[in-house]
């Protein structure tokens, strides 16, 4: 999809207009192709002003036809779409599991002896609370969520089609993403901007237990840059992509950056607060790791944690 290759490519974004999507979107904006934006819900407006196919489907309620007429002349598939709970009632599993499984596997299906590539966004949440640290592609996975357990098994799935089906397709585990997104109401998601959000109208900020378990942070615009460099890449790249930033730190030492951003700008203290109970297993994971060799060449990281912070704060008002 370079600009001088990509003329002809018709690229598929699914879920689209999420945090990581919308960010594929403009990216790809810049480039020579033809996109198709699909979200689950009605789009209430183009995310860009241009000649972008806006669409919307349920991947969850749509049947064998409904996947087949979407991908039928599409080049490139980024697989961006899913239920993002963390963790549902037992009664749900099931239903929850195979909301991602089912789609995702009848995509690839249909990919079985075609050039059409698929590139999907997992997450490095599958290696568990306190893996072997620092992370490798090969460590081994321990799921303790249902988000976790759907994400990994998606990535079995995405391992198969490739080493024995040679479909052309990489699922990237992202550490944690964070950047410029409004945030949900109830979400789990996006944690840093609503730490950022609390420092902002309470000038406090309480962190779980003394906080030196180790955090990787990645802006969205160098995920959406990693989804698209693999795309470009999938013939080198392994089935199981590690798509992280070089900064591993404490999580408590993430903060004190964000805290010094902040006050850079807005001149206050802040009051941090430790000991903070853990409600959920997964509040003191750890994880650590270097990007994927695929990166190590023709790819640049456009955001450190510091600059980052510091436009999400330039950000408030």
């Known amino acids: 999809m370079t600009k001088t290759n990509s003329k002809e490519k018709k690229v598929l974004v699914l879920g689209a207009s999420g ?124 799921p303790f969520t249902s988000y976790d357990l759907a994400k990994v098994s998606c990535d079995q799935l995405i391992k198969y089609y490739k080493k024995v089906l040679n479909v052309n397709c990489s699922s990237l585990r992202f550490s944690n993403v964070y950047g410029p997104m409004p945030i949900v109401k109830n979400s789990s998601r996006r944690a840093i ?36 460099h693999t795309s470009q890449k999938i013939e080198d790249s392994p089935p199981i992509v590690l798509a992280c930033s070089k900064q591993n730190m404490p999580f408590r030492e993430v903060i004190s950056k964000l805290i010094k951003c902040y006050k850079s700008r807005f001149d206050t203290e802040i009051k941090v607060n430790f000991g903070l109970k853990p409600v959920f297993i997964t509040d003191e994971r750890q994880f650590s790791a270097e990007p994927s060799l695929i990166f190590s060449q023709d790819f640049n990281f456009r955001y450190s944690l510091e600059k980052g912070f510091k436009e999400m704060v330039e950000e408030l008002s």
Not at 49 to 68: C, G, H, M, P, T
Not at 87 to 108: D, G, H, N, R, T
Not at 201 to 228: C, P, Q, T, W
């Open 19 to 142: 945090q990581i999507g919308k960010e594929v979107l403009s990216q790809l904006n810049t480039k020579k192709c033809s996109i198709t934006a699909v979200r689950r819900s009605q789009w209430e407006e183009p995310f860009l002003d241009n000649e972008i196919s806006y669409q919307n489907l349920d991947l969850k309620r749509a049947n064998l036809n409904d996947l087949e007429n979407l991908i039928l002349d599409q080049d490139v598939i980024f697989h961006l779409a899913g239920d993002t709970s963390v963790q549902v009632e037992k009664k749900l599993e099931m239903e929850y599991f195979f909301s991602w499984i089912k789609p995702l596997k009848s995509l690839l299906n249909l990919m079985v002896g075609t050039e059409k590539k698929l590139i999907f966004a997992s997450s490095a949440s599958v290696y568990g609370v306190h893996p072997k640290l620092p992370v490798v592609e090969e460590s081994v996975e321990e």
């Open 193 to 228: 901007n609503q730490i950022l959000e609390n420092i902002h109208k309470n000038k406090e900020v309480s962190i779980i237990s003394d906080g030196n378990f180790l955090r990787n942070y990645i802006h969205a615009y160098d995920a959406a840059a990693m989804l698209i």
